[in-house]
Nanobody, 124 residues
Framework: QVHLVESGGGLVQAGGSLRLSCAAS????????MGWFRQAPGKERVFVAA????????PYADSVKGRFTISRDNAKNTVYLQMNSLEPEDTAVYYC?????????????????WGQGTQVTVSS
């Protein structure tokens, strides 16, 4: 069982930056691939980025490639999402998730556990 808690969301102007954190409970964090998804109002939850258990593979959605960076610190049981050059289209609730199912999970169904989400709002 893994409990995930996101933090770091907020309101930022276009062009600004935020860093999201996701703290995980449990001693098996290093076994999980981790991912970030986002869900805008009235839209489905979509993939943003993922990172394998050892940090060796980091796929990104095309919409955030070059602007967002996912990383993890297994000693701190934490995964991060550094978001730069934010755009109003990035406004959404951001969720982190943990997966034991596949090495580089890209779909919501690939994940075992989810956090409660953190709101990111980018003003124009």
């Amino acid at each position: 069982q893994v409990h995930l808690v996101e933090s770091g969301g907020g309101l930022v102007q276009a062009g600004g930056s935020l860093r999201l954190s996701c703290a995980a409970s449990g001693r098996t964090f290093r076994r999980y691939a981790m991912g970030w998804f986002r869900q805008a109002p009235g839209k489905e939850r979509v993939f943003v980025a993922a990172i394998s258990w050892d940090g060796g593979n980091e796929p990104y959605a095309d919409s955030v490639k070059g602007r967002f960076t996912i990383s993890r610190d297994n000693a701190k049981n934490t995964v991060y999402l550094q978001m730069n050059s934010l755009e109003p289209e990035d406004t959404a609730v951001y969720y982190c998730a943990a997966s034991l199912l596949v090495p580089t999970p890209l779909r919501p169904n690939d994940y075992n556990y989810w956090g409660q989400g953190t709101q990111v709002t980018v003003s124009s």
